[in-house]
């Protein structure tokens, strides 16, 4: 089993619309949890962090977490094609590696 | 967020030569930073962690001898490519790791590797 696991996508919904990127993980002590774009041929770009259940919302974004289920979501708003691009869970246990882990990404295609 | 950059941002060089990357961190100190490979339509690829002050910690099958990561300063983190070989061209993207509290990495932009 990865230790994080993505739907490889691609993921196409139509302009306008909700898009939801799914994302579980397998260390149960997991305490950080991020999502990162990546265009094609750029290097990732940090979207949202969180660290406690629940939702957090930062413009047409919103971050979901649920430890017990061991999930982790993001949801993009009023999709754009200009959101087109790979988003890539990553987990941070909290002792042991520092570096993150990350799930092998999910591509969104926004339908104009 | 934090910035980090990377340089050169593209580098093409011939079979058995030398290339160093730089990795900075430009409004926070990092004492730790990370080196990635990415291949096309892959994922990223965890080579090593670059720690101030002391020794890389490399990852399983990457060549320490290879890929030298020296870590000399806070801000800044290289990756010298010894002896590259056209297996060799890929996406290198270094990260940091800001000092706080939420284990937050910011990427540089990468460095675009070609070995002819």
């Known amino acids: 089993q990865k230790e994080v696991e993505q739907n490889s996508g691609p993921l196409s919904v139509p302009e306008g619309a909700i898009a939801s990127l799914n994302c579980t993980y397998s260390?149960?002590?997991?305490?950080?949890f991020f999502w990162y774009r990546q265009y094609s041929g750029k290097s990732p770009e940090l979207i949202m962090s969180?660290?406690?259940?629940g939702d957090k919302e930062d413009g047409r974004f919103t971050a979901q977490l649920n430890k017990a289920s061991q999930y982790v979501s993001l949801l993009i708003r009023d999709s754009q094609p200009s959101d087109s691009a790979t988003y890539l869970c990553a987990v941070k246990a909290p002792t042991g590696r520092r570096a993150l882990t990350f799930g092998s990404g999910t591509r969104l295609q926004v339908q104009p | 967020g934090a910035v980090v950059s990377q340089h050169p941002s593209w580098v093409i060089c011939k079979s058995g030569t030398s290339v160093k990357i730089e990795c900075r961190s430009l409004d926070f100190q990092a004492t730790t930073m990370f080196w990635y490979r990415q291949f096309p339509k892959q994922s990223l690829m965890l080579m090593a962690t670059s720690n101030e002050g002391s020794k890389a910690t490399y990852e399983q099958g990457v060549e320490k001898d290879k890929f030298l990561i020296n870590h000399a300063s806070l801000t800044l983190s290289t990756l010298t490519v010894t002896s590259a070989h056209p297996e060799d061209s890929s996406f290198y993207i270094c990260?940091?790791?800001?000092?706080?509290?939420?284990?937050?990495?910011?990427f540089g932009p990468g460095t675009r590797l070609t070995v002819l």
């Open positions: 260390d149960r002590v997991s305490q950080s």
């Open positions: 969180i660290y406690s259940n």
């Open positions: 990260s940091a790791r800001e000092e706080d509290s939420t284990d937050t990495q910011y």
